[in-house]
């Protein structure tokens, strides 16, 4: 893993790479680079499987980061790379002629996160929800209690009691031990 | 950290242009002819459900609604994670047929609807129409917390919380999931309320119609179907 | 009265008597076979009289719906087909009640009527519009054609062997001795004749035409309340009413409602018990069995006999 990645340091800009295990590896990439080092990844270095393709939402930077995960099956490493992007613009770049499936996946994203792929097949119908006139769903922004106090009834009479406090009273008087 | 955010208002309703499909149009038959079609009228019955009377004598209507009680067919339709629960129920181990149930696979022929567990707003669409085809009297058992409150589903975004908001339910059965004895159980007592004839959910519907319709379009965004589907 | 030379009106109270006890034969028999079943799998199975419950359950349906004309006459064809063919086969032989309506030609009448039922179900189940029906449907006839050959060929090379065409001169011929039996006297035309009962049973592996998991359970699909209420009638008459006419052909017929009742049930157990052991075919698999293993049996027996 570490092999391929000083192979790359030397023609990408490559963030500081965060090992979670020895053969799972997340590294941030520059947005213009992004094509060529999974195209390199792919046909050089084995990485033929894209794993997972999702976002996070960085409210607080205004960011959205996609991340991008590949393996390599053959020597069973995971490699995951991090782009970050514009909230306000919030537009990628479509990978689908890499791999095929991240078609689906970039439709996933337009339709949750608002994310929107330039070019990819089919990226804007509807993915899972039918007729969202919304927010994006998986947006921060998006008060996903407030909306279904908004939309749906409640039933009277729901409690909701802290699990900690409830056990403690109903099964477990002397927790932690010796408390009481 | 605070719940609910007090700022966050939903977008008031923005109407959902109806799929391109299904707009009326004027279409060319082969042979030249113009003609108007509306996709929505020209394929389902319009008509609004009736209010079906019961029998006149009280001992043929009870002797009816006993037979009812004893062939209970249940359209095979799962919805949430209690669709895995169903299944045992045809297995030695619990073996629901002794009890006169059986699954059928089309609307046309169930009288018992069962809801098994929680139900997003795209699953709600094509319960309804499932059970708008049903012939009358219909059931609906509401399997699970998710049925019944919300459940575990209580902050989704896109998952009802109130099952009897949309269809009149017969029959609650709690738990998350309830196990296949629960349910036995159910339909058990399900079949008591239907020898005391008060298993009469399909006239409610009928009735409260214009109630249930409004409560359904509110959630469901894009109506893409006639109001009553025969 | 000179078309039907023998007619009495008091037949037409003895054949619905035959009808009647048919019907309810039927109803128990097709329980006690789903029994069987769920205690070879180890369940408690339904009770008996469930296929009642669900018939009377069905007729008292408050709604019901009709897509047109055919489509209400389908299972009025249908049943007609299974009333039919127990109308005009004499279901116990020698007894004068339940003689029915049987005369010289019956035998062509019979191989009419075992197809005619399908046919009304093609006509009724194609206006329901639903498509899965008319899959089910063309599976079906495709499927009963080519089931129909062996048959015909079988009671070709019988009614050649006996010289007649009226199913009451067949059954007088085997009586008797076991030996006599058409089974015996001519198992070409049996194994022919047999295969296409299997295969027109509705049962693993000729049934996919029904495909439960398939294409949801074919032709009835938009059918419900009374009109489910006459075909469940006929699901439990036809099978019976086939059955009736095997029994005569090959196995003797029977001289008491007792040995009608153990001789139906030993028939319709054998196309159950190929059916527990077999998967589905698909329609052009039994096909080919049929023209592969049906037809050159069938010729064959002509030409013996």
Not at chain 2, 179 to 194: C, N, Q, S, T, Y
Request: some cysteine.
């Amino acid at each position: 893993m570490r092999h391929i990645l000083y192979r790359l340091k030397d023609r990408y800009h490559l963030g500081t790479p965060v090992f979670q295990r020895d053969d799972l590896c997340f590294v941030t990439v520059k947005r213009f680079e992004l094509r060529a080092i999974l195209t390199e990844l792919r046909d050089v270095e084995g990485f033929t499987h894209l794993t997972l393709l999702t976002a996070v939402d960085w409210i607080e930077e205004q960011q959205f980061q996609l991340t991008y995960m590949v393996n390599n099956r053959v020597a069973n490493l995971t490699l995951a790379l991090r782009v970050m992007l514009d909230r306000e613009d919030a537009t990628g770049d479509t990978i689908h002629d890499l791999w095929p499936t991240a078609a689906t996946y970039q439709r996933e994203l337009r339709e949750m996160f608002g994310i929107t792929f330039p070019g990819s097949p089919r990226v804007d119908e509807e993915f899972i929800l039918e007729g969202w006139t919304d927010l994006p769903p998986y947006r921060r922004d998006f008060d996903t209690l407030a909306y279904s106090q908004q939309t749906y009834n409640d039933r009277p009479g729901r409690v909701t009691h802290d699990p900690k406090t409830h056990m403690q009273k109903t099964l477990y008087a002397d927790y932690p031990k010796g408390a009481k | 950290m605070k719940d609910v955010d007090d700022k966050f208002l939903k977008n008031p309703d923005t109407e959902v242009p109806l799929r391109e499909e299904l707009r009326p149009r004027k279409v060319t038959t082969p042979d030249g002819q113009e003609i108007d079609i509306d996709p929505l009228r020209d394929y389902f019955c319009e008509a609004k459900p009736k209010v079906h009377p019961k029998a006149y004598s009280k001992i043929v209507e009870d002797f009816y609604n006993w037979a009812r009680a004893n062939s209970l067919w249940i359209l095979g339709f799962g919805t949430g994670c209690g669709a895995i629960e169903m299944r045992p129920l045809m297995t030695p181990r619990f073996d629901a047929y002794r009890y006169g149930i059986q699954w059928r696979p089309t609307p046309r022929q169930a009288n018992l609807l069962v809801i098994s567990g929680y139900l997003s707003v795209k699953t709600l669409k094509r319960a309804i129409r499932a059970y708008e085809q049903m012939p009358q009297p219909k059931y609906v058992m509401g399997l699970g917390s998710c049925t019944i409150n919300g459940g575990m589903y209580w902050d989704s975004y896109n998952t009802i919380k109130r099952l009897d908001d949309y269809l009149p339910v017969d029959m609650y059965v709690a738990g998350c999931m309830p196990r296949p004895e629960a349910l036995l159980h159910g339909f058990m007592e399900l079949k008591r309320v239907i020898k005391e004839g008060k298993g009469e959910g399909a006239n409610l519907y009928a009735e409260n119609f214009d109630q249930y319709k409004a409560n359904q379009k509110a959630v469901i965004r894009d109506w893409d179907m006639p109001d009553y589907n025969w | 009265m000179t078309a039907f030379p023998n007619f009495e009106w008091v037949q037409i109270a003895y054949a619905l008597l035959t009808l009647f006890i048919v019907i309810n034969y039927g109803m128990v028999m097709t329980a006690v076979v789903r029994k069987i079943g769920a205690r070879v799998g180890g369940r408690y199975g339904i009770p008996v009289w469930q296929n009642y419950v669900d018939l009377l359950k069905n007729i008292a349906l408050r709604s019901k719906i009709s897509h047109g004309v055919m489509y209400y006459l389908g299972p009025v064809f249908r049943l007609t087909g299974g009333v039919g063919l127990l109308m005009f086969v004499p279901t116990i032989y020698g007894s004068e009640w339940h003689q029915n309506f049987s005369y010289a030609g019956d035998l062509i009448l019979a191989l009419y009527f075992v197809f005619f039922g399908t046919l009304g179900m093609a006509l009724g189940a194609g206006e329901s519009g639903h498509p899965h029906s008319a899959i089910g449907v063309s599976r079906g006839l495709a499927q009963v054609t080519m089931a129909e050959l062996p048959l015909a060929l079988g009671v070709f090379a019988l009614s050649l062997q006996y010289q007649t065409l009226d199913i009451t001169e067949i059954v007088a011929a085997q009586q008797g001795s076991i030996f006599n039996w058409t089974v015996f006297t001519n198992p070409l035309a049996t194994v022919a004749a047999m295969v296409a009962f299997v295969g027109t049973m509705m049962r693993s592996p000729f049934d996919v035409a029904m495909a439960p998991q398939e294409i949801p359970i074919g032709p009835p699909t938009e059918y419900h309340s009374s009109y489910l209420a006459l075909m469940q009638t006929n699901r439990v008459l036809f099978p019976v009413a086939k059955t009736v006419i095997y029994m005569n052909l090959f196995f003797g017929g029977a001289t008491s409602w007792a040995e009608f009742a153990i001789k139906v049930f030993c028939l319709y157990m054998i196309s159950v018990v190929i059916g527990v052991v077999h998967p589905r075919f698909r329609v052009e698999q039994s096909i080919r069995f049929f023209l592969k293993w049906g037809l050159p049996i069938g010729v064959l027996s002509i030409l013996v006999v």
